[in-house]
């Protein structure tokens, strides 16, 4: 069997092997010091964020994102040998310097990659998003939170209509506008609560990680280590907006938390299986022979665009399956059929 590892995939993968290996080669102290373990905990959580963060990186193969998280990786290294020495006021500057670059490099990642798949990740979080705060909503009866949530429902959806159709540049552009519209609702919801009300959600949220943590072991999946680094970044910045002022994004992103924990608990850390992304290839193929001949015969431009992306993100699909990202590959396969429903419906 020929290996699929590329010339290019080495750096990543020795870089891998290095954040793992440092996952699990903290050194350990003769004493028990409050100071010690507290930035002990610091860098072992970074040591997972850079796991996540390489994950992340590796999807977008943005080369400035890689040589940066390369970065993060030796600041990390270095913050573990001056903990092993015992200088903690350094090692936790460094840790901190080596967290600073690995957000960076989620960020240059992020800024990397294509529209199409930035608006696909906006679909998952604004459903999550609005099913949160549609609950706080109706509990807390708030008439105005409501207004604003159902005016986001209908931008959120003809966002979905127009990036279904190919115009990704308006969707985000309308998916802007539903965000706006969510965050003035968490900001009414927010202010309804209090500031100790979100303290309280802060602290359960924290609690929630916790116990997630606990329960798992010392041996988690990659896939646990990774939503758990997810909603722990995503607490930490519900926080930094409740201090800059922002009670309503800070109510969103506690609720990102809770909803990327849950996902653990509820199993749905395993992700999709192969077989499964088999399947949705296989319905893919019949559905789209079928349509074939109807598509060319309608002459129908747009039906015919429709068609050929689609086609195109099922080979996306297929070959982020047998590169093993079946997260990236259902996503993919996914857009695949809704884009064959579009030119369906077109060609009635």
């Known amino acids: 069997m020929r290996s699929c590892i590329s010339k290019k995939s080495l750096p990543l993968l020795a870089m891998s092997a290095l954040v793992v290996v440092a996952m699990f080669t903290a050194p350990a102290t003769s004493q028990a010091q409050p100071a010690g373990d507290s930035v002990r905990n610091y860098i072992e959580r970074t040591a997972e964020l850079l796991l996540w963060s390489h994950e992340l990186v590796r999807e977008t193969e943005s080369s400035p994102a ?3 998280l390369e970065q993060a990786v030796e600041l990390h290294r270095r913050s573990l040998r001056l903990l092993e020495n015992g200088k903690l006021n350094e090692a936790l500057a460094v840790g901190r310097r080596a967290r600073d670059a690995m957000w960076h490099s989620v960020r240059i990642a992020r800024e990397s990659m294509g529209l199409e ?7 998952e979080r604004f459903r999550d998003q609005y099913a ?10 708030d008439e105005q939170a409501l207004s604003f949530l159902e005016r986001a429902r ?6 979905q209509d127009l990036y279904r159709q190919g115009d990704f540049k308006l969707a985000w552009k309308l998916f802007e506008q539903a965000n706006d519209l969510m965050n003035r609702s968490a ?8 500031r100790d009300h979100l303290e309280q959600e802060f602290e359960r ?24 680094a997810e909603a722990e970044e995503a607490l930490q910045r519900a926080r930094q907006a409740f201090d800059q002022g922002q009670p309503g994004r800070a109510l969103q992103m506690v609720n990102l938390s809770n909803n990327l924990v849950r996902r653990v608990s509820y199993g749905e850390e395993k992700g999709p299986t192969g077989n499964s ?4 290839l296989d319905r893919f193929d019949g559905r789209a022979d079928r349509l074939a001949d109807p598509v060319r015969e309608s002459g129908s431009e747009q039906a015919r665009k429709m068609y050929d992306r689609a086609l195109g993100l099922r080979e996306r699909s297929a070959a982020a399956r047998k590169s093993g990202d079946n997260e990236l590959a259902l ?6 059929h809704d884009l064959l429903h579009q030119a369906e419906k077109l060609i009635r």
């Open 66 to 68: 890689r040589r940066v």
């Open 117 to 123: 798949e930035r608006i696909r990740i906006r679909v």
């Open 132 to 141: 949160n705060l549609m609950e706080r909503a109706r509990e807390a009866r």
């Open 154 to 159: 209908h931008q959120g959806s003809r966002a």
């Open 187 to 194: 900001r009414l919801l927010a202010d309804h609560g209090g």
């Open 205 to 228: 949220a924290a609690d929630l990680i916790d116990q997630t943590k606990g329960r798992l072991g010392s041996n988690p999946t990659q896939r646990q280590r990774q939503l758990l």
């Open 277 to 280: 992304i088999s399947r949705q």
């Open 331 to 336: 996503r993919q396969i996914k857009s695949a």
